[in-house]
């Protein structure tokens, strides 16, 4: 069976630019969450729905960050303008039960 | 908010030696778990804790929730190179639903030496 699939997997972009990560979770799995992990700052949690709706944006640093999830399938994650403080890996997490399935990641880098 | 305090933040170990990390909430919990992520890799689930006091071993590993659950320990016995990696706690507070809002800890950075 797939897993979380993230795309894309790196992104070098420059200060300003608009970016958009995007997240596959897996079939069935009625929750989804994006988490950003840097070195600083550990893993931290952006955002969570369930069912399609967003739950928790408590997370989400600044409105230059927004999350949809138009269908169970889908999810997006963007930022404009992005700025070089954005640069680490957001990871997409998808469960069904409480525990987590990580996608393998977007590495960001806003120069 | 949720406080989860993880110790210690690097563990050195020779291979064969033991290895535990503890992680510490400031509030009751109802459920905790931990996941390892390997370097350059995604976290991975290893095991739920659900029930004050509760034990719960995967063949090397052995978990525990504290009777008061707010804090739990990951212990493992004669480490291998493989069991190189990050390991986090990852918490829910009493109250909480166990599918929402989950809050990491820092992490234990273990390391190997062969």
């Known amino acids: 069976d797939a897993g979380v699939i993230q795309s894309p997997r790196h992104e070098v972009t420059e200060m300003g630019q608009e970016v958009t990560l995007r997240c596959k979770p897996i079939?069935?799995?009625?929750?989804l969450f994006w988490y950003r992990q840097t070195m600083m700052r550990g893993l931290e949690l952006l955002i969570y729905f369930n069912n399609n709706v967003p739950i928790d944006d408590s997370g989400m640093p600044e409105d230059r960050f927004s999350a949809k999830m138009p269908n169970a399938s889908f999810s997006t994650l963007k930022i404009q303008p992005s700025e070089p403080r954005d640069s680490a890996v957001y990871f997409c997490a998808s469960s069904l039960r409480g525990e987590l399935f990580f996608g393998e990641g977007s590495r960001l880098t806003v120069l | 908010g949720q406080q989860v305090m993880q110790i210690p933040q690097y563990q050195h170990v020779q291979e064969g030696e033991d290895f535990t990390t503890y992680c510490n909430s400031s509030t009751t919990l109802s459920n905790i778990q931990w996941y390892k992520q390997r370097p350059g890799g995604h976290p991975v689930f290893l095991i739920q804790l659900v029930k004050s006091g509760e034990v719960k071993k995967q063949k090397r590993l052995t978990f525990q929730f504290g009777e008061a659950k707010k804090n739990s320990s990951l212990h493992i016995t004669a480490t291998q190179t493989t069991d190189v990696g990050t390991y986090f706690c990852a918490v829910t507070p009493a109250g909480g639903t166990s599918y929402g809002k989950l809050t990491f800890g820092q992490g234990t950075i273990l390391t190997v030496h062969p």
């Open positions: 079939s069935g799995h009625n929750s």
